[in-house]
């Protein structure tokens, strides 16, 4: 019986284990090439497995800083989707692939050895051409050609020696096309983009935070070529930044090193944009747009910078036990608001992208288009409300959060129905006034994906909104009490409220939101889902 050709799901399994059931059956021997030292490769079905009475000498860094050799495995398997690239040269196999190091990252390793028989030269290219098969399966393109921004501030600096350190070695084995350019200014890499020869790459990958995808996603939107652009070229994040969902959710990790054999390995996806208009500008959202306290807590904290990513976390808090509120109105074209239908939904949905083979429903390349982009249904901020949208005041608002993905932060999936293709965003919004012990208790629940199922919580799908955001005239309180509140809120000085695109600040003024749906394309692990399984209860 011969191994099948498909590739495991690498969420199914720990990438980094030995996957069980990869042993093939002794009949197909071309599934298995003989080497130099007595030792054996094999084609399983779902691994390489190496056999090598060698391996048992090898030292081991687990075992006394690898003084003393391991003597319990002469077997080796690694799986495919950790197979980088793999050649014959001067009758020498050469087999590099990621291997784990530590518990959140990956190194380059790699094996080599000499065909003995020179008259089975022609057998061994046969075998090394069906391993690089079944790494690279159908939907994973071989060799991508990928434009690589880095923003040297990124990650309070770190970024570029991220780069150096755990990305570029992965992209090199995987025998990737790279070209490197570093961002000189803010909207950088949106002018980049916009120039890009996009019959050149395939792939643009931002190692940065979330900033520079929302800049390349509206770079290319800029062309006049700006569909056939933005369908053609895969925008992906090597998490370099302090925000990282982009990662988290296509990458399921923010992790440097994993997200890049991620994306070596990743699949074609569309994935909806969302074009925002606000006065006489428009714009493309690929992550969320957010009023109220997530906006605040985000880009009013600044004073708390010192306090890392928990700052986020604790601006929420604060701002919650204070039943701080955002006036405004909002209408909105909803195309589900009952928790149930949606959560069912999304259950169809899951089941059956995992029914339609993953990996080997990836979308072809598109050839290249000149279409610009696809006209507003909707309208846009200037132009009149549209019949069907729906109009609510909202004098006690606390948070209004529409999300595009379901993580916005590790362990934070906000939004846990979330789908990359679906046509819709996902609106949370919850009242200012909300009892602060029913608050905590939704905070504390949002990892796992259950504040969905808080009755307090309007979840709905929506295709298009306006928002229309209330100026509050802030009395400033004097006396040692409040100035300790503000300072504990991370609090400045600001006149206005805050509005949140992307983890980007804009303009404190009326805007409007509608979903495109499948304007935007990346790589992801699954395809057409992201890396977040759902609510509780979600098969």
Not at 130 to 153: C, E, H, Q, S
Not at 158 to 174: C, D, G, M, S, V
Not at 314 to 330: F, N, S
Not at 402 to 416: I, K, L, R
């Amino acid at each position: 019986m011969s191994a099948r050709l498909t590739q495991p799901n690498p969420d199914s399994i720990d990438p980094f284990e030995d996957p069980a059931g990869s042993e093939v059956s002794n009949a197909d021997t071309s599934l298995t090439l003989t080497v130099d030292r007595n030792a054996t490769l094999t084609l399983g079905t779902d691994a390489l497995i190496i056999l090598d009475e060698g391996l048992k000498y090898r030292r081991q860094p687990r075992n006394f800083c690898g003084l003393l050799p391991q003597l319990s495995k002469t077997t080796r398997a690694v799986p495919f989707y950790n197979v980088l690239w793999a050649e014959l040269v001067d009758f020498e196999v050469t087999i590099h692939y990621a291997r784990s190091s530590g518990k959140n990252a990956c190194r380059v390793a790699y094996v080599n050895y000499a065909v003995l028989d020179k008259t089975y030269l022609a057998q061994a290219q046969r075998w090394v051409d069906a391993l690089l098969n079944r790494a690279y399966p159908a939907g994973v393109r071989k060799r991508p050609r990928m434009k690589v921004m880095i923003n040297p501030k990124g990650g309070q600096g770190y970024a570029q020696k991220l780069w150096r350190k755990e990305i570029e070695k992965i992209f090199a084995a995987a025998h990737c096309e790279v070209d490197v350019e570093r961002t000189a200014y803010r909207g950088h890499a949106a002018d980049m983009a916009e120039q890009l020869d996009v019959n050149a790459f395939d792939v643009v990958a931002c190692a940065s935070g979330d900033g520079l995808p929302h800049e390349v996603f509206n770079g290319l939107a800029r062309r006049k070529d700006a569909t056939g652009a933005l369908r053609k070229i895969a925008v992906v994040q090597l998490p370099c930044g302090t925000g990282n969902a982009m990662s988290l959710n296509l990458n399921g990790t923010d992790s440097p090193s994993l997200a890049a054999l991620a994306i070596v390995k990743g699949v074609r996806t569309p994935m909806d944009l969302v074009a925002i208009t606000q006065g006489d500008q428009k714009y493309y959202s690929f992550l969320s747009q957010s009023v109220g306290i997530i906006a605040e807590s985000d880009l009013g904290t600044e004073r708390l910078r010192w306090m890392g990513p928990m700052r986020f976390t604790w601006g929420i808090l604060v701002r919650l036990l204070g039943k701080t509120v955002y006036p405004a109105e909002l209408s909105v074209a909803v195309d589900e608001d009952d928790k149930r239908i949606i959560k069912e939904q999304y259950r169809k949905a899951r089941t059956t992208h995992e029914l339609s083979g993953l990996q080997h429903t990836s979308p072809a390349i598109p050839r290249p288009s000149t279409d610009s982009l696809p006209a507003l249904r909707y309208g846009t901020i200037n132009t009149p409300l549209p019949a069907n949208f729906t109009h609510q005041s909202l004098p006690t608002l606390g948070n209004f959060y529409t999300g595009n993905m379901a993580y916005m932060a590790p362990s934070t999936p906000f939004f846990p129905v979330a789908l990359p293709s679906d046509g819709c965003q996902d609106m949370v919004i919850v009242d200012g006034l909300l009892p602060r012990l029913t608050a905590l208790r939704m905070l504390t629940t949002v990892e796992s994906g259950a504040n969905i199922d808080f009755p307090e919580v309007s979840y709905r799908k929506v295709t298009a909104y306006r928002m229309t955001p209330r100026a509050v005239e802030k009395r400033e309180r004097k006396g040692w009490r409040a100035k300790f509140g503000r300072w504990l809120g991370g609090q400045g000085g600001q006149k206005q409220g805050f509005i949140a695109v992307d983890g980007e600040r804009v303009p404190f003024e009326a805007f409007q939101a509608e979903v495109v749906p499948g304007l935007g394309t990346v790589l992801s692990k699954r395809g057409g889902v992201y890396e977040f399984e759902g609510p509780p209860g979600t098969p």
